[in-house]
Protein backbone atom coordinates (compact mmCIF):
# COMPACT_ATOMS: atom_id res chain seq x y z
CA UNK A 1 0.00 0.00 0.00
CA UNK A 2 2.82 2.30 1.24
CA UNK A 3 4.87 1.33 -2.11
CA UNK A 4 1.54 2.39 -4.33
CA UNK A 5 1.22 5.36 -2.65
CA UNK A 6 5.01 6.24 -2.96
CA UNK A 7 4.97 5.13 -6.82
CA UNK A 8 2.13 7.32 -7.36
CA UNK A 9 3.22 10.23 -5.68
CA UNK A 10 6.22 9.77 -7.63
CA UNK A 11 4.84 9.42 -10.89
CA UNK A 12 3.13 12.94 -10.11
CA UNK A 13 6.58 14.35 -9.21
CA UNK A 14 7.97 13.38 -12.52
CA UNK A 15 4.48 14.78 -14.26
CA UNK A 16 5.03 18.04 -12.61
CA UNK A 17 8.46 17.70 -13.13
CA UNK A 18 7.96 18.25 -16.74
CA UNK A 19 5.46 20.63 -16.47
CA UNK A 20 8.40 22.56 -14.83
CA UNK A 21 10.62 21.60 -17.48
CA UNK A 22 8.08 22.30 -20.20
CA UNK A 23 8.43 26.37 -18.68
CA UNK A 24 11.75 28.02 -20.30
CA UNK A 25 14.70 26.98 -18.33
CA UNK A 26 16.63 29.38 -16.02
CA UNK A 27 20.32 30.40 -17.34
CA UNK A 28 19.45 28.94 -21.11
CA UNK A 29 17.74 30.87 -23.75
CA UNK A 30 14.35 30.17 -24.20
CA UNK A 31 12.82 29.75 -27.74
CA UNK A 32 11.05 32.98 -28.32
CA UNK A 33 8.55 34.43 -31.36
CA UNK A 34 8.95 37.22 -32.85
CA UNK A 35 7.23 39.17 -30.64
CA UNK A 36 9.73 37.45 -27.57
CA UNK A 37 7.15 35.37 -26.12
CA UNK A 38 8.15 31.99 -24.91
CA UNK A 39 8.12 29.45 -28.23
CA UNK A 40 5.68 26.98 -29.29
CA UNK A 41 8.11 24.05 -27.77
CA UNK A 42 7.92 24.48 -23.98
CA UNK A 43 4.27 25.67 -24.68
CA UNK A 44 3.82 22.18 -27.29
CA UNK A 45 5.05 19.82 -24.21
CA UNK A 46 3.14 21.85 -21.59
CA UNK A 47 -0.44 21.18 -23.76
CA UNK A 48 0.49 17.75 -24.52
CA UNK A 49 0.97 16.33 -20.63
CA UNK A 50 -2.43 19.06 -20.17
CA UNK A 51 -4.28 17.11 -22.76
CA UNK A 52 -3.34 13.66 -21.91
CA UNK A 53 -4.51 14.72 -18.38
CA UNK A 54 -7.36 16.04 -19.04
CA UNK A 55 -6.59 19.42 -17.23
CA UNK A 56 -9.05 21.77 -16.82
CA UNK A 57 -8.30 25.21 -17.95
CA UNK A 58 -8.51 26.29 -13.90
CA UNK A 59 -6.12 23.04 -13.38
CA UNK A 60 -3.95 24.90 -15.92
CA UNK A 61 -2.95 27.82 -15.06
CA UNK A 62 -3.18 26.48 -11.07
CA UNK A 63 -0.01 24.49 -12.63
CA UNK A 64 1.60 27.52 -14.59
CA UNK A 65 1.04 29.50 -11.19
CA UNK A 66 3.44 26.55 -9.59
CA UNK A 67 5.74 26.69 -12.01
CA UNK A 68 6.00 30.49 -12.25
CA UNK A 69 6.40 30.01 -8.30
CA UNK A 70 9.14 27.60 -8.22
CA UNK A 71 10.93 29.73 -11.33
CA UNK A 72 10.69 32.60 -9.39
CA UNK A 73 12.43 30.61 -5.81
CA UNK A 74 14.97 28.89 -8.75
CA UNK A 75 15.66 32.06 -9.97
CA UNK A 76 16.64 33.96 -6.40
CA UNK A 77 19.11 30.94 -5.68
CA UNK A 78 20.66 31.80 -9.09
CA UNK A 79 23.41 33.93 -7.55
CA UNK A 80 24.14 31.90 -5.00
CA UNK A 81 24.81 29.08 -7.15
CA UNK A 82 27.08 30.59 -9.54
CA UNK A 83 28.96 32.19 -6.70
CA UNK A 84 29.28 28.49 -5.59
CA UNK A 85 30.51 27.08 -8.91
CA UNK A 86 33.17 29.81 -9.09
CA UNK A 87 34.27 29.02 -5.28
CA UNK A 88 34.38 25.58 -5.95
CA UNK A 89 36.67 26.10 -9.50
CA UNK A 90 38.86 28.58 -7.94
CA UNK A 91 39.42 25.33 -5.10
CA UNK A 92 40.18 22.75 -7.47
CA UNK A 93 42.68 25.38 -9.68
CA UNK A 94 44.23 25.93 -6.25
CA UNK A 95 44.33 22.54 -4.57
CA UNK A 96 42.86 23.95 -1.99
CA UNK A 97 43.15 21.93 1.60
CA UNK A 98 40.32 18.81 2.59
CA UNK A 99 38.73 21.74 4.95
CA UNK A 100 38.32 24.14 2.21
CA UNK A 101 36.53 21.27 0.49
CA UNK A 102 34.71 19.84 2.74
CA UNK A 103 32.97 23.60 3.48
CA UNK A 104 32.41 23.60 -0.61
CA UNK A 105 30.57 20.67 -0.30
CA UNK A 106 28.31 21.40 2.60
CA UNK A 107 27.39 24.74 0.95
CA UNK A 108 27.09 23.08 -2.27
CA UNK A 109 24.41 20.31 -1.00
CA UNK A 110 23.02 22.64 1.14
CA UNK A 111 22.10 24.56 -2.32
CA UNK A 112 21.02 21.69 -4.19
CA UNK A 113 18.86 20.40 -0.78
CA UNK A 114 17.14 24.01 -1.39
CA UNK A 115 16.46 23.35 -5.17
CA UNK A 116 15.33 19.76 -4.48
CA UNK A 117 13.02 21.36 -1.21
CA UNK A 118 11.48 23.42 -4.28
CA UNK A 119 11.02 20.84 -6.89
CA UNK A 120 9.64 18.26 -3.95
CA UNK A 121 6.98 21.02 -2.82
CA UNK A 122 6.13 22.02 -6.43
CA UNK A 123 5.33 18.42 -7.26
CA UNK A 124 3.20 17.86 -4.23
CA UNK A 125 1.18 20.89 -5.11
CA UNK A 126 0.53 20.11 -8.32
CA UNK A 127 -0.37 16.50 -7.21
CA UNK A 128 -2.91 18.38 -5.06
CA UNK A 129 -4.64 20.05 -7.85
CA UNK A 130 -5.19 16.43 -9.46
CA UNK A 131 -8.76 14.37 -9.64
CA UNK A 132 -7.87 10.16 -8.88
CA UNK A 133 -8.27 9.75 -12.56
CA UNK A 134 -5.59 11.91 -13.38
CA UNK A 135 -3.49 10.71 -10.37
CA UNK A 136 -4.18 7.73 -12.47
CA UNK A 137 -3.14 8.86 -16.12
CA UNK A 138 -0.16 10.54 -14.44
CA UNK A 139 1.09 7.08 -12.66
CA UNK A 140 0.82 5.12 -15.85
CA UNK A 141 2.66 8.36 -18.38
CA UNK A 142 5.58 8.09 -15.32
CA UNK A 143 5.43 3.86 -15.64
CA UNK A 144 5.56 4.56 -19.65
CA UNK A 145 8.58 6.80 -19.16
CA UNK A 146 10.46 4.42 -16.56
CA UNK A 147 9.99 1.84 -18.93
CA UNK A 148 11.76 4.25 -22.11
CA UNK A 149 14.59 4.85 -19.91
CA UNK A 150 15.18 1.43 -18.90
CA UNK A 151 15.05 0.33 -22.16
CA UNK A 152 16.74 3.28 -23.92
CA UNK A 153 19.41 4.08 -21.26
CA UNK A 154 22.18 2.40 -23.10
CA UNK A 155 21.65 4.20 -25.95
CA UNK A 156 20.97 7.42 -24.80
CA UNK A 157 23.88 10.47 -25.56
CA UNK A 158 26.08 8.08 -27.59
Known amino acids: MLTKRWM ?11 LLLAQPRLGRRAWRNADGAPGARAGDRFERI ?6 TDEQKAQARAIADDARTQVKALAPQLKDQREA ?7 NADDNTIR ?3 AKQGDLHA ?5 RIKSMAKF ?3 LTPDQKQKAAEMR ?7 RNHRGRMGS
Open 8 to 18: TLMAAGALAAG
Open 50 to 55: AKRLNL
Open 88 to 94: VREAVQK
Open 103 to 105: NLA
Open 114 to 118: QLAVI
Open 127 to 129: YAI
Open 143 to 149: ERMEDFL
